[in-house]
Every structure is written in C-alpha cells, then in structure tokens.
C-alpha cells in the first residue's frame, strides 16, 4: 500500500485480461444454460 491508504493498481494489460476472462465465462456459461434449456424441452416434447 502506499502512503495515504492509496493502493496500487495492476497494470493496465492484467485488468483488460481479467475483463476479458470474465466476459467469456460469462457467455460460455449463458450459452450452457441455454442449452440445457433446449434439451428440456425437446425431451418434454417442446420443439420448434
């Protein structure tokens, strides 16, 4: 920590990285999701 209760922050290249990260498990997981979805309906007979 520095002086003043600053702290400091990683560098610019680590957080993009970590957002990025992030985001792609997010959609990974909301596109699992939506596929689990699909398959309960098709195997309740629900299908498009």
Known sequence: MKRGGESEQAPLWRRLAWLVI????SVTALGLLAYLIRLIMNSVGLSS
């Open 22 to 25: 992030i985001w792609g498990l």
